[in-house]
């Protein structure tokens, strides 16, 4: 998480306080989170260093308006294309979803598997990591084929690779450092 990214967080945050619009901030900014994540479109027009200010503004100006962003959230990221910091929104996002998710209370898990996993296992995962953690857990699942099979789970900054990639690969470096052929 940078530094710009926490700055702006924080600072939204605290102004959401003060408005008493938290709740309605954090569903904002889930929602342009998503919006984020799921259009490379958007992300390629923020991105692209030709396309003008003005037309970047009202770009994003038109996803807000869609997905129905309060003022407060149009503001800030309006004022981080008047800064030219339009650049930084993914980074301004991802704070604002940590801090938010330690104001709430909860933990932002992302579990990567090669395919779908049963929702029992999600409910025991969630379970035992609530435990472990003490705070509510949010699960994001997303499929990865590459792993071939287990499960990379990420808890902030920690990664447990339970990958069958990650075992073949340290596998092969063991066999390499013992001079065998892989």
């Known amino acids: 998480m940078s530094a710009l990214g926490r700055r702006y967080a924080k600072a939204l945050l605290e102004l959401a306080r003060e408005n008493g619009q938290v709740d309605q901030v954090l569903r ?5 989170s998503d919006a984020w994540k799921a ?25 807000m308006e869609k997905l129905g962003c309060s003022k407060l959230v149009q ?45 029992a296992y999600y409910s025991e995962l969630a379970e035992k990591l609530q435990r472990v953690t003490d705070r509510e857990v949010v699960l994001v699942k997303r499929e990865d084929p590459s792993l071939i099979g287990g499960v990379v789970t990420r808890v902030g900054d920690r990664v447990f690779d339970g990958s069958l ?15 065998e052929t892989p």
């Open 28 to 32: 904002d900014v889930g929602a342009l």
């Open 165 to 179: 990639s990650n075992r073949l690969s340290d596998l092969r470096e063991t066999l390499l450092a013992n001079g």
């Open 39 to 63: 259009s490379a479109e958007l992300r390629e027009i923020v991105g692209n260093p030709v396309i003008p200010k003005p037309a970047l503004k009202a770009a994003v100006s038109g996803v």
């Open 75 to 119: 503001n800030t990221v309006n004022l981080l294309a008047d800064k030219g910091r339009l650049g930084h929104l993914e980074d301004v996002l991802h704070a604002l979803e940590s801090v938010a998710e330690a104001e709430t209370g909860r933990v932002r898990v992302e579990v990567v598997s090669a395919k779908p996993l049963s929702e």
